[in-house]
């Protein structure tokens, strides 16, 4: 079947690749195929790095041939979303006002990347400075989701998500700062992973909120963002934010099973407006779970309500010091719905960020203690399907919701603890658009996340699907 490799998981393709049934070259050619053929169509991608590819290519398959293979991503293609330095190669942050911005070094990721031996073959759509949830982005053109081209890739790695879920890269990079990973990665049907605050490095990453900023892989299956995280992770003495801890295999436990693992489900979510679709295919996860050995106890999380609150405050402080000044001397070159947010922090206290400060302290500690009694939280990543383009509010059934507001409901608890979360599909809506649940663990505990994740990934099929259009 034509691009078949394009859809292999990067699991699989390490293992042809190992075994020299085809070689880094005929991987990265089809991708580059594939790009090309549905650019039009999804606008996945700022830049295509075809030269300097096709080049890591032909010099991963000299040393494959040769008896040196690297490891599980060696020829694997990998695409980063635009906000990652790489030498030579402009970082536009999803803006036209960045695009002559051309980094003299690499980002800690890529390097990891370069010495896992994957290939990098592009850089990838977002919002502007990643300052949205949904996708649009004026100056390079809105991300398209490839189970509907009229509806939105999610954000702010919508590039990233549109690209992973169409075949366009294996691997994908993202951030995430208000749920930017995990947003897109549901809306689209594939895997997406916020790793532990501290745990992968930022440095070479153009930031948004410093203090809430992740970066993390977007891929088919979760034994990939596993291999991904095996590769990235670890202590990085020049990001301030990153903490020395070891790092273990993520992938040692991952067919260990869930027998005996503590599901909690906070009452809470189901406080917030759900589309009933939605509703049903977590009841269903749920189900699944416990017939996989899980407990699934009910929880109650009272501060939650107040994540989008304290967040919101945080995010936009912190991106207003970041990104103030250049909107003061090229305001009129922003997108309206980030200019509006970057002048809005502006207008915010340093008594009402401390304030924020200290509702988080309590956030982070009242979450730990409803974790001392639960191993994950499971409930659903978005409360609808992805949102028509254009689209300023989200019909949940019980209620209309501001797009913004719907999209984040679950994701920011994640940013503002710090705590490692995970999408992958569970259902589909009834106009076929991904419904994505959502597992967060404990910090520097990813490996029971993943665990509870692979469980739920092989016993379903969710993961196997392709959007009709572009199989």
């Given at each position: 079947?034509?691009?078949?490799?394009?859809?292999?998981?990067?699991?699989?393709?390490?293992?042809?690749?190992?075994?020299?049934?085809?070689?880094?070259?005929?991987?990265?050619?089809e991708?580059?195929?594939?790009?090309?053929?549905?650019?039009?169509?999804?606008?996945?991608?700022?830049?295509?790095?075809?030269?300097?590819a096709?080049?890591?290519?032909?010099?991963?398959?000299?040393?494959?041939?040769?008896?040196?293979?690297?490891?599980?991503?060696?020829?694997?293609?990998?695409?980063?979303?635009?906000?990652?330095?790489?030498?030579?190669?402009?970082?536009?942050?999803?803006?036209?006002?960045?695009?002559?911005?051309?980094?003299?070094?690499?980002?800690?990721?890529?390097?990891?990347?370069?010495?896992?031996?994957?290939?990098?073959?592009?850089?990838?759509?977002?919002?502007?400075?990643?300052?949205?949830?949904?996708?649009?982005?004026?100056?390079?053109?809105?991300?398209?989701?490839?189970?509907?081209?009229?509806?939105?890739?999610?954000?702010?790695?919508?590039?990233?998500?549109?690209?992973?879920?169409?075949?366009?890269?294996?691997?994908?990079m993202?951030?995430?700062?208000?749920?930017?990973?995990?947003?897109?990665?549901?809306?689209?049907?594939?895997v997406?992973l916020?790793?532990?605050?501290?745990?992968?490095?930022?440095?070479?990453?153009?930031?948004?909120?410093?203090?809430?900023?992740?970066?993390?892989?977007?891929?088919?299956?979760?034994?990939?963002?596993?291999?991904v995280?095996?590769?990235i992770?670890?202590?990085?003495?020049?990001?301030?934010?990153?903490?020395?801890?070891?790092?273990?295999?993520?992938?040692?436990?991952?067919s260990?099973?869930?027998?005996?693992?503590?599901?909690?489900?906070?009452?809470?979510?189901?406080?917030?407006?759900?589309?009933?679709?939605?509703k049903?295919?977590?009841?269903?996860?749920?189900?699944?779970?416990?017939?996989?050995?899980?407990?699934?106890?009910?929880?109650?999380?009272?501060?939650?309500?107040?994540?989008?609150?304290?967040?919101?405050?945080?995010?936009?402080?912190?991106?207003?010091?970041?990104?103030?000044?250049?909107?003061?001397?090229?305001?009129?070159?922003?997108?309206?719905?980030?200019?509006?947010?970057v002048?809005?922090?502006?207008?915010?206290?340093?008594?009402?960020?401390?304030?924020?400060?200290?509702?988080?302290?309590?956030?982070?500690?009242?979450?730990?203690?409803?974790?001392?009694?639960?191993?994950?939280?499971?409930?659903?990543?978005?409360?609808?399907?992805?949102?028509?383009?254009?689209?300023?509010?989200?019909?949940?059934?019980?209620?209309?919701?501001?797009?913004?507001?719907?999209?984040?409901?679950?994701?920011?608890?994640?940013?503002?603890?710090?705590?490692?979360?995970?999408?992958?599909?569970?259902?589909?809506?009834?106009?076929?658009?991904?419904?994505?649940?959502?597992?967060?663990?404990?910090?520097?505990?990813?490996?029971?996340?993943?665990?509870?994740?692979?469980?739920?990934?092989?016993?379903?099929?969710?993961?196997?699907?392709?959007?009709?259009?572009?199989?």
């Open positions: 079947m034509e691009f078949e490799l394009c859809f292999k998981t990067a699991d699989e393709l390490s293992h042809l690749i190992s075994s020299k049934q085809v070689s880094p070259v005929q991987v990265v050619e991708h580059l195929r594939r790009i090309e053929l549905l650019e039009p169509k999804l606008n996945s991608y700022i830049s295509i790095m075809r030269d300097s096709l080049k890591q290519a032909k010099e991963h398959e000299s040393e494959i041939l040769g008896g040196t293979y690297r490891g599980p991503l060696h020829g694997v293609p990998v695409a980063l979303k635009d906000i990652f330095y790489v030498t030579g190669v402009p970082n536009t942050y999803g803006s036209k006002i960045n695009q002559d911005f051309v980094p003299h070094f690499n980002s800690t990721v890529v390097n990891k990347f370069a010495d896992a031996g994957a290939i990098l073959i592009g850089k990838l759509n977002l919002h502007q400075f990643a300052f949205g949830p949904t996708g649009e982005n004026h100056h390079y053109g809105d991300m398209h989701n490839p189970w509907d081209i009229d509806s939105y890739a999610g954000g702010s790695s919508g590039g990233s998500g549109s690209a992973v879920a169409a075949g366009q890269a294996t691997i994908a993202g951030s995430d700062t208000g749920g930017s990973i995990r947003i897109p990665s549901a809306l689209c049907g594939i997406g916020k790793p532990t605050f501290g745990r992968v490095s930022k440095y070479g990453v153009s930031p948004l909120g410093w203090s809430l900023d992740h970066v993390g892989p977007m891929v088919r299956t979760v034994k990939d963002s596993a291999l995280l095996n590769a992770a670890g202590y990085d003495q020049m990001d301030s934010c990153s903490v020395n801890r070891p790092v273990p295999d993520f992938t040692a436990g991952l260990d099973g869930i027998e005996g693992i503590r599901v909690g489900v906070p009452k809470e979510y189901f406080d917030f407006p759900v589309h009933p679709q939605v049903s295919s977590v009841d269903v996860a749920l189900v699944q779970l416990e017939k996989l050995g899980a407990k699934i106890i009910d929880v109650d999380w009272p501060i939650f309500s107040y994540a989008f609150a304290i967040s919101t405050v945080l995010l936009i402080t912190e991106a207003s010091a970041g990104l103030s000044k250049l909107v003061m001397e090229k305001g009129p070159e922003f997108q309206p719905g980030t200019r509006l947010r002048e809005g922090g502006m207008f915010y206290t340093a008594n009402d960020y401390l304030k924020a400060q200290r509702a988080r302290r309590l956030f982070v500690d009242q979450t730990r203690e409803l974790m001392d009694k639960v191993d994950v939280l499971v409930g659903p990543m978005v409360p609808s399907g992805a949102p028509k383009i254009g689209q300023t509010e989200v019909d949940l059934g019980s209620k209309h919701q501001g797009i913004i507001p719907t999209l984040t409901q679950y994701t920011r608890a994640f940013n503002i603890n710090g705590f490692p979360a995970m999408t992958l599909p569970c259902g589909f809506t009834d106009s076929n658009m991904p419904i994505g649940l959502q597992i967060a663990g404990r910090p520097w505990e990813e490996e029971t996340v993943l665990k509870v994740g692979h469980a739920f990934e092989k016993a379903t099929d969710w993961h196997t699907k392709r959007p009709p259009a572009f199989s």
